[in-house]
């Protein structure tokens, strides 16, 4: 299976809207513009040391991240969204 033009000719371009990372640059992940996750990257080696277990619950903690930058971008009337600061420190708090 390669990459030819009309290979994936069905399937509608995904737009980013937000994305996060963790402090130390393991993992990336990016949502689109329907809050879902339409990303991710492992941006280190040090990936390949966790469990399974570990593996998955950091992917989980820095897609929540994203998806809070997300819901941040959008308009808040009633202030259940998180804001723009509050997105920045836990996106901090991703010690990974």
Do not use: C
Not at 25 to 46: C, H, P
């Amino acid at each position: 299976m390669g990459d030819s033009p009309g290979e994936h000719a069905g399937v509608p371009p995904v737009r980013v809207v937000a994305s996060a990372v963790s402090a130390k640059r393991t993992i990336a992940v990016d949502v689109g513009d329907n809050g879902q996750v339409v990303g991710l990257r492992f941006l280190s080696d040090v990936v390949r040391q966790w469990d399974t277990y570990t593996l998955s619950q950091r992917i989980i903690a820095v897609a929540d991240v994203a998806h809070d930058r997300h819901l941040a971008s959008q308009p808040n009337h009633d202030g259940y969204y998180p804001d723009h600061a509050e997105v920045s420190a836990a996106e901090r708090k991703l010690k990974f």
